[in-house]
């Protein structure tokens, strides 16, 4: 099997391929794409190519429906980098309670000052900030990230009140008693003296931070967005910024005009960058891929859904196909179909099972995507 990077990929993540996997630089070559930040719309993906893992959770980067019609499994690392993020969330949380920044660069511009430990006592009254203790904490996506980030603002002594219509019962429960989830995120924006945001950015997030979400808010409420900058409109963060309903926006995910704005602290997508995280996404993105590439197993997929029959012994079949597709007739066709395990999820299906007889003939079936034999 061969892969291809498109991003360095950490070396230690990458051991955990399969003995034998070939790395190339050949795009037409490669069965598998590893990706973090490369930006792969524009992309021509060749027939050889069965699946993409990106080393990170967040996947706007990668057109999912378009190779999801070329029966092409993308995978991501759910969790894999979400203490990293949660730690900088922490850190961009105190830098917004605390001018921490303001009083570093005045201490780098008077550096030369002999009497500098005198004139620092006078100074310093510029950069007096507040505590986060006591304070309401909103946390919009309450999944690996958010999770985690209620958990540690709980311990700091921060109310927290978290909003993620897409949390399971089991995480749910999990939580710490002190945070309150609520079902409608107004209540978050209500509520929240600061508001922290942790979901991907798709058609139903983009532009959650608007107009109307602002002018829900308590007046110089804080926003921080280390997640992905078109969560938030910028016509109207411009508005809030220098009508002090938001008193600081602080981000990883600045653009030239966001970083203009008055009231912004921005530094460069830092969130996943620390060793652990790199290493942590490389290896579980390298066990998704080589578990499918050698097993057809499918976890953590975010354009097909998870099928799995642990280690094969004999050949095995994989069907992936459009919601709808002749099901049945597969059956027929494939006495191993009957007992597939075939999931639907989103449009997209896919079935697996043991043996490796009858590709052809299930190639042929209407809404059929593609037939994979491992
Ligand atoms: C993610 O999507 O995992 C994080 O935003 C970090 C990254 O983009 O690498």
């Given at each position: 099997m061969k892969y291809a990077c498109l991003n360095p990929i950490s070396e230690f993540g990458l051991?955990?391929?399969?003995?034998?996997f070939e790395k190339t630089e050949d795009l037409n070559e490669a069965d598998a794409i590893l990706v973090r930040s490369a930006v792969m719309h524009e992309m021509e993906f060749a027939p050889a190519l069965k699946c993409v893992a990106r080393a990170g959770a967040g996947v706007n980067n990668i057109p999912l429906d378009v190779l999801r019609d070329k029966g092409v499994v993308v995978f991501n690392t759910p969790g894999a980098n979400a203490n990293a993020v949660k730690e900088l969330t922490v850190l961009a949380l105190f830098l917004t309670a605390r001018d921490v920044p303001g009083g570093m660069a005045w201490v780098r511009e008077n550096?030369?000052?002999?009497n500098l430990a005198k004139s620092m006592e006078k100074a310093k009254k510029k950069f007096a900030g507040h505590e986060v203790y006591g304070k309401t904490l909103g946390v919009i996506g309450l999944g690996a990230i958010g999770f985690m980030v209620a958990e540690t603002a709980v311990a700091l002594g921060m109310k927290v009140v978290g909003y993620d219509p897409f949390l399971p019962d089991a995480l749910r429960v999990k939580l710490p008693a002190a945070v309150t989830v609520v079902d409608d995120q107004k209540e978050v924006f209500r509520a929240a003296d600061y508001i922290t945001v942790h979901v991907p950015e798709n058609d139903a997030t983009?532009?959650?931070?608007?107009k109307e979400a602002f002018a829900e808010m308590k007046d110089g409420v804080v926003l921080l967005n280390l997640?992905?900058?078109?969560?938030?409109n910028e016509d109207d963060l411009e508005e809030a910024l220098k009508s002090g309903k938001v008193a600081r926006y602080i981000t990883d995910v600045p653009d030239k005009r966001v970083a203009n704005m008055p009231n912004v602290i921005g530094f460069p997508h830092l969130g996943a960058s620390t060793e652990e995280a790199e290493d942590n996404c490389a290896k579980m993105a390298a066990e998704e891929l080589g578990d499918f590439l050698l097993n057809g197993n499918i976890r953590n997929s975010v354009n097909f859904p998870a099928v799995t029959l642990g280690a094969k012994e004999g050949a095995r079949t994989l069907v992936l196909f459009k919601e709808g597709a002749e099901t049945e007739k597969m059956k027929v066709l494939v006495p191993?179909?009957?007992?597939a395990e075939i999931k639907v999820k989103k449009g997209a299906g896919a079935a697996l099972f043991e043996g490796g007889e009858a590709a052809e003939g299930l190639k042929a079936l209407d809404g059929v995507v593609r037939v994979l034999t491992f």
């Amino acid at each position: 099997m061969k892969y291809a990077c498109l991003n360095p990929i950490s070396e230690f993540g990458l051991q955990a391929l399969p003995a034998g996997f070939e790395k190339t630089e050949d795009l037409n070559e490669a069965d598998a794409i590893l990706v973090r930040s490369a930006v792969m719309h524009e992309m021509e993906f060749a027939p050889a190519l069965k699946c993409v893992a990106r080393a990170g959770a967040g996947v706007n980067n990668i057109p999912l429906d378009v190779l999801r019609d070329k029966g092409v499994v993308v995978f991501n690392t759910p969790g894999a980098n979400a203490n990293a993020v949660k730690e900088l969330t922490v850190l961009a949380l105190f830098l917004t309670a605390r001018d921490v920044p303001g009083g570093m660069a005045w201490v780098r511009e008077n550096k030369e000052d002999e009497n500098l430990a005198k004139s620092m006592e006078k100074a310093k009254k510029k950069f007096a900030g507040h505590e986060v203790y006591g304070k309401t904490l909103g946390v919009i996506g309450l999944g690996a990230i958010g999770f985690m980030v209620a958990e540690t603002a709980v311990a700091l002594g921060m109310k927290v009140v978290g909003y993620d219509p897409f949390l399971p019962d089991a995480l749910r429960v999990k939580l710490p008693a002190a945070v309150t989830v609520v079902d409608d995120q107004k209540e978050v924006f209500r509520a929240a003296d600061y508001i922290t945001v942790h979901v991907p950015e798709n058609d139903a997030t983009r532009g959650t931070f608007r107009k109307e979400a602002f002018a829900e808010m308590k007046d110089g409420v804080v926003l921080l967005n280390l997640a992905r900058a078109g969560l938030v409109n910028e016509d109207d963060l411009e508005e809030a910024l220098k009508s002090g309903k938001v008193a600081r926006y602080i981000t990883d995910v600045p653009d030239k005009r966001v970083a203009n704005m008055p009231n912004v602290i921005g530094f460069p997508h830092l969130g996943a960058s620390t060793e652990e995280a790199e290493d942590n996404c490389a290896k579980m993105a390298a066990e998704e891929l080589g578990d499918f590439l050698l097993n057809g197993n499918i976890r953590n997929s975010v354009n097909f859904p998870a099928v799995t029959l642990g280690a094969k012994e004999g050949a095995r079949t994989l069907v992936l196909f459009k919601e709808g597709a002749e099901t049945e007739k597969m059956k027929v066709l494939v006495p191993g179909f009957q007992k597939a395990e075939i999931k639907v999820k989103k449009g997209a299906g896919a079935a697996l099972f043991e043996g490796g007889e009858a590709a052809e003939g299930l190639k042929a079936l209407d809404g059929v995507v593609r037939v994979l034999t491992f």
